[in-house]
């Protein structure tokens, strides 16, 4: 079944760029329905929207990040990345990836989830 | 501060039945469907219903949802151990232009 990964450095020093990869496997990444997406959970927080991709290209990003964040998808390695820039102790948290689904009422949900990765911004 | 509003905590006994709220606006809530998803201690979240009411392959009918207005319930009946988790509910906001969540509800099963 469709299964996705994070990947990328568990450390980033603040003011530099955190960087990861989320690698699907068991499926296609480039299905016209789907969009794939970051999110994040600070420590004992609740989860926050980062933004999304379509195998198109298009892009859709939470305003509140929109300045500091670039998602890049790379359709022949079957994986999709975040870049965060600029980064402080506030985006220390768990990032998760996930596929978006859509029904056929036109609505969208995260169906499939990554097992999150613990990224911390620290000197 | 979240967008959506949802109780800090719930709690029943096993056996017993509980309830979810979900309150948001006509931004968010009131113009579009909302999903509800069940983060176990440690894991990552799990999707338990879309399009307001319905469950995705493998989610037993004991999980229910529900939408009126401007709030959506998640309901949980036959409560068991395994049930403790947090909960959230999710929904797009048009004004905001962006996808957002629920504080989260911590259900305990006593």
């Known amino acids: 079944q469709l299964q996705l990964q994070e990947s990328g450095p568990g450390l980033v020093r603040p003011s530099e760029t955190l960087s990861l990869t989320c690698t699907v496997s068991?499926?296609?990444?480039?299905?016209?329905?789907?969009?794939w997406g970051w999110f994040r959970q600070p420590p004992g927080e609740a989860l926050e929207w980062i933004g999304v991709?379509?195998?198109?290209?298009?892009?859709y990003y939470n305003p509140s990040l929109k300045s500091r964040v670039t998602i890049s998808g790379d359709t022949s390695k079957k994986q999709f990345s975040l870049n965060l820039n600029s980064v402080t102790a506030a985006d220390t948290a768990v990032y998760y990836c996930?596929?978006?689904?859509?029904?056929?009422?036109?609505?969208?949900?995260?169906?499939?989830w990554g097992k999150g990765t613990t990224v911390t911004v620290s000197s | 501060q979240s967008v959506l509003t949802q109780p800090p905590s719930v709690s029943a006994a096993p056996g017993q039945h509980v309830t979810i709220s979900c309150s948001g606006s006509?931004?968010?809530?009131?113009?579009?469907?909302v999903s509800w998803y069940q983060q176990l201690p440690g894991t990552a979240p799990k999707l338990l219903i879309y399009?307001?009411?319905q469950r995705p392959s493998g989610i037993p009918d004991r999980f229910s949802g529900s939408k009126s207005g401007t709030s959506a319930t998640l309901g949980i009946t036959g409560l068991q151990t395994g049930d403790e988790a947090d909960y959230y509910c999710?929904?797009?906001?048009?004004?905001?232009?962006?996808?957002?969540f629920g504080g989260g509800t911590k259900l305990t099963v006593l």
């Open positions: 068991g499926g296609p990444i480039s299905s016209s329905n789907h969009y």
């Open positions: 399009d307001n009411n």
């Open positions: 006509s931004s968010n809530i009131g113009n579009s469907y």
């Open positions: 999710g929904t797009w906001d048009s004004g905001l232009s962006s996808w957002v």
């Open positions: 996930a596929r978006i689904d859509s029904s056929t009422s036109g609505s969208y949900y995260m169906d499939v």
């Open positions: 991709i379509h195998y198109s290209g298009s892009t």
